[in-house]
């Protein structure tokens, strides 16, 4: 029965898979720099690695904001979100996993009458702006640094070309880490509080129950990857954004940042052991990264081709996305509850 | 990783090679010119052999240069640009090669008092083709000197036209048989062309320079 009951979260993480890879792949694989198996090697490798071992942090946040207990409920929430995900999509309006995922658990908070902690909504809804614009932030600067580097050294454009494909492999394996920390909290956040994993023990490496299902989460998410995300990685690289192998460094790497110190505890302890603000634990999206990092790559280049409307439907998806997840899940709920007799919540 | 840095060195080295085969086919070329004008025709048949040979080894190592680019997707932003100057580049070879062979077949006439012009037509014409090379090796290791060289193909280009608008001056003011004087000026022309192709190679460059710094 517990399989039945992941099939959402799973669901939700092929999709992920499928269409958050390109994020990180898909101009590399678009412009041929990189093969789409190894891309989809390195992708799924490294977004297991990083749900497994990094993505507790984004995850808990998501568990403050409503903890979903019993597994119906995170069944429904889960569906919830992949139902208004793949209906946006159908309609061509911005959507993203993260937001749709935080709408939807606050659906379950109004059905099961649990109060919904302001604190973590203010701290997720405030990174959803902050993200795009950190990413253009770290774009726009790392495109001023590469820019001085590459005229500085004199590297034969062969040379140069290797070493891009190199670096578009590590910032990959990078980007893919960040993708699997920061965003499995979409996948599998809402089931921790109701896990029936038990911690289990593999030579010296015990792995708790929370990341028993990070890591089946993370196996969807690679499902996804190599059976879907071929198809939008040639869509991302070639239509959406045409950028220069470099450029897509710069944007892969960027947009890899912004997800990992949103991901990262380690980073969050440094800073708050060294007394500085640090970066709340949220799962974001990666789609919106991307975008912030192409405007921030643009406007390092003079500005010039900034499709700023972009940022209007962005903004209009951070309002509609919520809202639209939050009624699915509670008319969801509602219908499992009493059509389906089925325990949403404790 | 090792392997595939080995693949890019291993096109490198044979992308200065060909650009090496252009400059030694214009030092041939100018050289075969001289002994022609100066009557030494062993001399001059021995270089047209010589250049015969490099363009037949600039043909191959272009071909193996576009064919490994393509096959292992290799700069896949400038290899269409790369192609073009390398085919421009193989013209404007094949041109000394074609020159040479044209006076060893047609044999012209060339009065002795133009000699001096024509050796200045070849020298003017070769110039620009060496700069030419040199904007082509700028072009992959260091972009912003490519301005520079392409100018001074332009010059050399431009300097090359004002001999061969001499050289067809004095032709036709002399008192000899059209024939001749057509005949002459033609290879006035041949020679020229060098100038024309290899400044075909530097339009082809400027714009994939600028492409690359965008």
New interface residues.
Partial sequence: MIWFFLISGLFLGWSLGANDAANIFGTAVGSRMIRFKTAALIGSVFVILGAVISGAGAAHTLGKLGAVNALGGSFTVALAAALTVFWMTKLKLPVSTSQAIVGAIIGWNFFSHSPTDMNSLTKIVSTWVFCPALAALFAFILTHITKAHLKSTKIHLLEQDAYNRLALVLVGAFGAYSLGANNIANVMGVFVAATPFKDLQIFSITLSGTQILFFMGAIAIAVGIYTYSHKVMSTVGKDLFKLTPVTAFIVVLAESLVLYVFASKGLQNFLLSHNLPAFPLVPVSSSQAVIGAVIGVSLAKGGKGVNYGILGRISSGWVSTPIIAAVVSFVLLFFMQNVFLLQVYK | ?AV??KR??E??GE?DEYLDCVIQAGLLFKQGIKHYLEGQQEDFERHMKQLDNLESQGDKLQHDIINKLYLH??????RGD?LGILECMDTALNGTAETLHEFYVEIPEILPDLHKLYLDLADASVSALEHTVTATRA????I?SVRDHVAKVAYYESEADKIADHIKKILFRKEIELSRKIHQRYFALHIEKISDFAEQVTDRLAVAAIK?S?
């Fill in positions: 990783m595939f840095f890019t060195k096109i490198e992308i997707t290799l700069i896949p932003e400038a790369v072009y992959f290791r260091d912003k690359r965008e």
